[in-house]
Nanobody
Framework: QVQLVESGGGLVQAGGSLRLSCVASGIISNINSMGWVRQAPGKQRELVASITSGGSTNYADSVKGRFTISRDNAKNTVYLQMNSLEPEDTAVYYC????????WGQGTQVTVSS
């Protein structure tokens, strides 16, 4: 079992920045990759960014150049630095961890006002 706890969401004006954190605990060995997925009201979940155990990253086209995913293995934490936020980024952001199954956090709300 892997437990994931997200933090760092909130309300920010367009153009602002937020940093999300996701702390993993439990049996965290052999996690292949971790990532962030978001879901806006009335929309499907969308992969935002992911990072493998080797450090390779992947981003949705809509966030490239604005968001950066990183991980601190010593702290078992994955971060999502979000800059130049837009109202379209408003969503609940979920952290996930991929092993043989996918584990999910409870989500953190990000609201960007225009």
């Amino acid at each position: 079992q892997v437990q994931l706890v997200e933090s760092g969401g909130g309300l920010v004006q367009a153009g602002g920045s937020l940093r999300l954190s996701c702390v993993a605990s439990g049996i965290i060995s052999n996690i292949n990759s971790m990532g962030w997925v978001r879901q806006a009201p009335g929309k499907q979940r969308e992969l935002v960014a992911s990072i493998t155990s080797g450090g390779s990253t992947n981003y949705a086209d809509s966030v490239k150049g604005r968001f950066t995913i990183s991980r601190d293995n010593a702290k078992n934490t994955v971060y999502l630095q979000m800059n130049s936020l837009e109202p379209e980024d408003t969503a609940v952001y979920y952290c996930n961890a991929h092993k043989r199954i996918v584990y999910w956090g409870q989500g953190t709300q990000v609201t960007v006002s225009s």
